[in-house]
């Protein structure tokens, strides 16, 4: 379908704000650009603040697509080339115009720019270009701004939109260059890793250059994250967890976001369609065992491996692995080092460094620890306090895991009704669905 012309701007806000719906990139993070006095807007690291949009979500950029038209024909995408959904494109001082007014009223402190590809990834990555040159010199909006790379575009645009974005993101779109072939031909592996190469090398560079000089301009001080789709594909969490932590280390990248297969097309490629809807738990766990590997030093080999590729729904990440992995426990609360602190489920690594402090000045007890924000309900079945344990406990997986079954977060009800049999999860068929999706 072709571009309305005559639409109006609010009608074009609502097609675009929409089909920027299952883009999840969008922190606004790890910046801090104050207000120089010459423009609008500053970007603080504290974060930004909320509205809601129409159908209830939270939102703190003004998240949009510059258009939903697209060369492309993804399978797994709303706007694919072959459906017959409205197509809409702003234009640059329609996005200027857009962003400014909804600053001005305090609905938004940041915009998210992402696009479909308008005739070619050079001719898409210059109109964001234009948008935000015009943003930033023209209307001196001095807020938050993350923008999409587009894959295969000129890496001299990239480059020169790096001094105008705060955060830049490529989407890796599915896990394996064997899934992208299956569903999103036109896309290559090659062209999506090539800005992620360039912003990595540009964002070191830049950083020496602010070193010899304080007042050089930024390039994407933020970072760059990039967004994978779980459960389109049939590659297991071990496989996932493998390629986020090659992300994190060859890139640098500041965050990597997983979003959970939608069925919003019909195709013979896709899962079939089911009554269970998106798999949100397993999406859930991958956001938890990132967590993991950002803050707590795990690797991904310990989490899981090639005999168990898959994370357990009944248990967070951490939890699971200290289950399967008794023999490390119980830890001496007063004379454990710090990265053993961080394996121990309940323990946060806030918590961990309180108790590393704490423990210099005397000998700390329990309700100590739940002081210092350590979650007992959970870590009293893998800690000792002078040698100590809060309650009789049995060092037994099937004992502690109906233990911590009682007092876990809600589930689905299917997932929470399954129950806890020691050495046969993987033998209930529910479970290996919604694992595996």
């Not at 248990?315 to 399967?324: I, R």
């Amino acid at each position: 379908m072709r571009i309305q012309e005559s639409m109006t701007m609010y009608e074009k806000l609502n097609i675009l704000t929409d089909a920027a719906t299952y883009d999840v990139a969008c922190t606004s993070s790890g910046t801090a650009r104050a207000n120089d006095g010459t423009g609008m807007g500053s970007c603080e690291q504290t974060g930004i603040c909320h509205s809601f949009s129409a159908d209830g979500r939270c939102i703190s950029l003004h998240k949009i697509l510059y258009t939903n038209e697209c060369i492309y024909d993804c399978k797994y995408c709303m706007n694919r080339r072959t459906n017959d959904v409205r197509r809409a494109s702003f234009t640059p001082d329609e996005v200027c115009t857009l962003t400014m007014e909804f600053y001005r009223r305090n609905y938004i402190e940041g915009l998210f720019l992402s696009s479909g590809i308008l005739n070619s990834p050079d001719y898409t990555m210059e109109l964001i270009y234009a948008t935000l040159y015009k943003l930033r010199r023209e209307c001196n909006f001095q807020g938050y701004i993350h923008v999409k790379a587009i894959p295969g575009a000129n890496q001299e645009l990239v480059h020169r939109i790096g001094f105008l974005a705060d955060r830049m993101s490529v989407n890796l779109e599915l896990p394996t260059a064997e899934s992208l072939r299956l569903l999103a031909p036109h896309k290559s592996r090659k062209n999506i890793l090539a800005p992620m190469r360039l912003v990595q090398s540009k964002s070191a560079q830049n950083r020496q250059e602010i070193q010899g000089y304080r007042n050089a301009p930024r390039f994407v001080p933020a970072g760059q994250s990039t967004q994978m789709i779980i459960g389109a594909t049939p590659e297991t969490d071990y496989q996932i967890m493998q390629v986020t932590e090659a992300l994190y280390q060859k890139f640098e990248l500041k965050r990597v976001f997983f979003s959970a297969f939608v069925h919003v097309n019909e195709d013979a490629t896709l899962p079939a369609r089911t009554d269970e809807g998106p798999p949100l738990l397993r999406e859930h766990r991958l956001y938890q065992a990132d967590w993991l590997l950002r803050y707590y030093h795990f690797q991904a080999e310990e989490l899981l491996s090639e005999e168990d590729p898959n994370f357990n729904v009944l248990f967070d990440p951490k939890c699971n692995l200290a289950l399967k992995h008794l023999n490390y426990f119980p830890v001496e609360i007063n004379r454990a080092e710090y990265r053993m602190l961080l394996r121990v489920p309940g323990i946060g690594y806030k918590s961990a460094s309180r108790i590393v402090k704490a423990r210099r000045l005397g000998v700390l007890k329990f309700e100590d620890l739940k002081k210092m924000g350590v979650v007992l309900k959970r870590a009293l079945y893998f800690i000792t306090c002078s040698g100590k344990m809060m309650y009789p406990t049995r060092m037994e997986e099937d004992y502690i895991a109906r233990n911590l079954l009682e007092t876990k977060e809600k589930l689905p009800v299917e997932v929470r009704n399954m129950g806890y049999r020691q050495m046969s999860l993987f033998d209930d068929v529910r479970f290996r669905e919604n694992v595996m999706l």
